[in-house]
């Protein structure tokens, strides 16, 4: 065929073979006579349509297409003609959208590509998959088309049971999911009409437009409060019970410390510790300690759970904890990693109890001086629980029990802040969203609670014992090879994504310094404290968020920009993450002078433990999120005011003060005007009246709609 025009088409109709090409290549799984070709190319006139016949069949001829129904044809996947044009190709995740088009995120890190509902190909959202390149079309961003799934993201999905008389349908709980699968009677496990359930798919065949699967487990009735959390943990694949072999190995564990492993241990049972956690918390995976030395000086023990004593490496125990990665903090309740035997029992440094931990003192004088420091397996004995409200009253008045101590605590935790602050540290201060629940798990009231000086004064402890450790292993002499360690490192910020920033900030009527490092950090520590309480504060802090790299584990040291850190680990939380046990593990082999270990299947364990961090932070925002919905169920009609946190072409999203439920307010339901979107400006604008809603505002809404089942809560301007 080379350039020279089909046989019958007239040399100025040439470009017609490009754009039926084109139709073909853009629908690869679909067929189309000549007639849906020409309209798809806006061509009527009868002399445009023979032309497209003709290009169709010389196309068919040349084995570029085949005939897969009489008169219709589609690609020929084998043709060097469709393989060189579709050779432009990447590999990327699925960001799936509720409409069912979605945007790959390449793995290479270029830009986004835009696919078409129709060119999914039975990718779901977060799928690795194979994406062919679509010519560029001037006006147009990248788009393409999925051809093949190279890795699924998931099987499980959970949803809602939709019966009819021969099969049913599963209603998937995310809205990310914009496919119902089918599910055949057999195939329903006891399922009934309206139940919440998980399912997996079980295939999805090539032609056919809904996959088929099986439910797996009965949830029960939705609006339950445990059958909703457990809906969100099984939807983000974490198991909701520990395996007969985990909990057997737990119960056989003794709770008496044999006196051959106490006298191996440095001993501090006799030193005033104590422990400082949420006041509802039940692990204790850290302790401090405070003892003046005979030269004036203070000696401080950072003391953590030992869980690697009870958790043997390889044993049933130890593989279910590497599957689950982390412990998952539900509103309703804590899914712990470990068996509650070893969480909130042996392991727990609980008061008035003799607890094994793996600890690292420090010696410094009244101005937070550091001079020594120690690291190595102790025996503690708590001699009081603390809870942060409780310290902070004692901060703050000076007065109550072990106030001296507490003082001589906070005034070197307050120098090691300072310290960080001066080297670079950023201070991302998030503020949590509290619950009180009645015994049913119904919300009763939401409050907000704020990291103040208790939380900050162990929070300073633990990030210098992380430090100190990761420093102990990593800091190497010259020319001496590093050993294979977990470190939890954090990248500088994308310099494209921190212009963008820097222009939604100064939009915003702030302004940020980036000439260094240590101005960059102080610049963006102002941003946070000018911000406070206004209506840009969650949507700044989450761009910031952002706009930092997402600190992650792995073997390969780079430092931890946020905090200013050339080596950080995380040593502090062993109970709750999986990678702080493989931290005292690998520290103990090292104190004791033992080789190096290969780092591939460390680094392999790391990226592990980095997907599940992500996804238990999903999973309790997702909780979150349920129930501050359900508790806005009843306050449909009610007004509140709120402060606008977003603005989308969709919207406005408004948050209610006090208790950051945050809602949209759908444009369409402003009916006084026409409203567009300013999105360079954060704002939309009435099209006759110039009234603006723009990002910070202050404003009076009225609960109009709650979507209990997609966490949505829509509200109306008044």
Known sequence: MGKKPFKGIPADRNNIVKSVIGVFQQNPFSSFNYKQVSARLGLEDRASKDAVRLVVERLFMAKDLVESKRGKYQINKESERFKKETSREIIGRVDMKQTGKAYIIPEDGSEDVFIAAENTHHALHGDTVRVSIFPMRKGHKRDG??????????????????????FAFLIPDNPSVPVEILIQKPDLNGARNGQKVVAVITEWPEHSQNPFGKVIQVLGAPGDNHVEMQAILAEYDFPLSFSEKAEAEAGKIPEEIPQAEISKRRDFRKVFTITIDP???????????????????????????????????????????????????????????LPERLSN??????????????????????????????????????????????????????KGEYAEEI??????????????????????????????????????????REMKEANKLIEDFMLLANRKVAEWVGKQKPNVQPKTFVYRVHDKPNPEKLEVFTQLVERLGFSLRLSTKKSMAHSFNQLFHDIKGTGAENMVESVAIRTMAKAVYTTKNIGHYGLAFPYYTHFTSPIRRYPDLMVHR???????????????????????????????????????????????????????????????????????????????????????????????????????SGNVYKLGDKVRIRVKKIDLSRKQMDYIIL
Request: proline letters at 2%.
């Open 407 to 448: 003082a001589v605590l906070n005034g070197i935790a307050l120098k090691l802040r300072e310290e960080r602050f001066k080297k670079g540290s950023f201070n991302f201060e998030t503020q949590e969203v509290r619950f009180r629940l009645d015994e049913k798990g119904r919300p009763l009231s939401i409050y907000i």
């Open 586 to 688: 690998l520290f103990q082999d090292y104190l004791d002078n033992k080789p190096s270990v290969p780092a591939a299947e460390y680094e392999m364990q790391c990226e592990h433990a980095s997907d599940l961090e992500k996804r238990a932070a999903d999973a309790e925002r997702a909780s979150v999120k349920y129930k501050q919905a359900e508790y806005m169920l009843d306050k449909i009609g009610q007004e509140f005011d709120a402060l606008i946190s977003g603005v989308s072409k969709w919207g406005i999203f408004a948050e209610i003060i006090g208790t950051k439920c945050e809602g949209m307010i759908k444009l369409r339901d402003l009916d006084d005007d026409y409203y567009y979107l300013d999105e360079e400006n954060f704002r939309v604008i009435g099209q006759r």
């Open 145 to 166: 088309q999925v051809t093949e799934v190279i890795k699924r993201h998931k099987l499980q999905f959970v949803g809602t049971i939709e019966t009819s008389k021969n």
């Open 279 to 337: 006041e509802d918390a039940k692990d204790f995976d850290d302790a401090v300690s405070l003892k003046k030395l005979t030269n004036g000086h203070w000696e401080v023990g950072v003391h953590i759970a030992d869980v690697s004593y009870y958790v043997q490496k390889g044993s049933g125990i130890d593989k279910e904890a590497f599957e689950r990665g982390t412990s998952v903090y539900m509103v309703h309740k804590t899914i712990p990693m």
């Open 345 to 398: 029992q042996l392991c727990s440094l609980q008061p008035d109890k003799d607890r094994l931990s793996f600890s690292a003192v420090f010696e410094f004088d009244d101005q937070g001086k550091l001079y020594n420091e120690w690291f190595g397996k102790t025996i503690i004995h708590s001699c009081r629980r603390f809870a942060y409200e409780e310290v902070q009253g004692i901060i703050e008045t000076g």
